[in-house]
C-alpha cells in the first residue's frame, strides 16, 4: 500500500511539474477539443427517463476540478474499487436488450462502470460537470463508455478496461462524443484530432 501511495505521489508531481513548464504540444492535449452538440446515446436517454434527476443537472460556472493529491488518490481509489466490484458482463446476455445503462450492483457492462463511479466520485464532492460519460471507438471498432473527468491538469479517463488512470490523449480509443458540462442530458461532439494521427 505505501508504495502505491509513493507512486500516486510521484504521478501527481509529474503533472504539477507539467502544469508548470507547460509546453504547447501537452497543453493541446491535456484538455479534449470540443464540438458542438449532438446526439445522445439511446442507452442513456432510456437511462435519463428512469431517473429524469439524474439528467437536469445544469451548471452556469463549469470550471474543471482542480486535481490536488488528495483528489488524485480519489480519483484512483475509486476506480480500482468499481472495477474489482463489478463482474464484466453485456447487457444483451444479462437484461437480454442490447442497450441498457444502470447502476450495477455485482455485475454491469462498460456505461454501468461510468455511472457507479461518477456516482462515487459526486459523493467525495465532485462536481457533475467534471464528470462526463464519454462514448469512445475503440481500435477494433467496437463501441466503449469511459468517464471523463475534467482538471485543472487536464481531462482523465476513468476505464474498467485498464487499471491505470490516464489522460484521455494517453489512451488507445477515438473519442467520439461526451455529456455536456453546462447539462448532464445534452451532449457534445469531441474534435479527437489524435485519430488522423494514430490511425484509430
Given at each position: ?122 459523493q ?32 482523465f ?11 484521455w ?12 458540462r ?19
Amino acid at each position: 500500500m505505501m508504495t502505491t501511495m509513493k507512486r500516486l505521489g510521484t504521478t501527481l508531481g509529474a503533472l504539477v511539474l507539467l502544469g508548470a513548464t507547460a509546453t504547447t504540444s501537452f497543453a493541446a492535449t491535456a484538455h479534449m477539443n470540443m464540438g458542438g452538440n449532438t446526439s445522445q446515446p439511446i442507452g442513456h436517454a432510456y437511462f435519463c427517463q428512469q431517473l429524469p434527476q439524474e439528467c437536469a443537472v445544469r451548471t452556469k460556472n463549469a470550471e474543471p476540478m482542480r486535481l490536488t493529491k488528495k483528489r488524485w488518490r480519489e480519483l484512483t481509489e475509486i476506480n480500482a474499487y468499481a472495477n474489482a466490484a463489478v463482474s464484466p458482463v453485456t447487457d444483451q446476455d444479462f437484461y437480454g436488450v442490447e442497450e441498457h445503462w444502470t447502476y450495477p450492483k455485482s455485475y454491469g457492462d462498460c456505461e454501468d462502470y461510468v455511472l457507479l463511479k461518477r456516482y462515487m466520485l459526486m459523493q467525495k464532492g465532485w462536481p457533475a460537470s467534471s464528470l462526463l460519460i464519454t462514448v469512445v471507438k475503440q481500435a477494433n471498432g467496437e463501441g466503449h463508455a469511459v468517464l471523463t473527468v475534467r482538471t485543472d491538469r487536464g481531462d482523465f479517463a476513468l476505464d474498467n478496461l485498464r487499471g491505470k488512470v490516464s489522460l484521455w490523449s494517453k489512451t488507445p480509443y477515438q473519442y467520439l462524443k461526451r455529456q455536456s458540462r453546462f447539462h448532464s442530458g445534452r451532449w457534445t461532439s469531441i474534435k479527437d484530432r489524435r485519430s488522423q494521427v494514430a490511425g484509430y
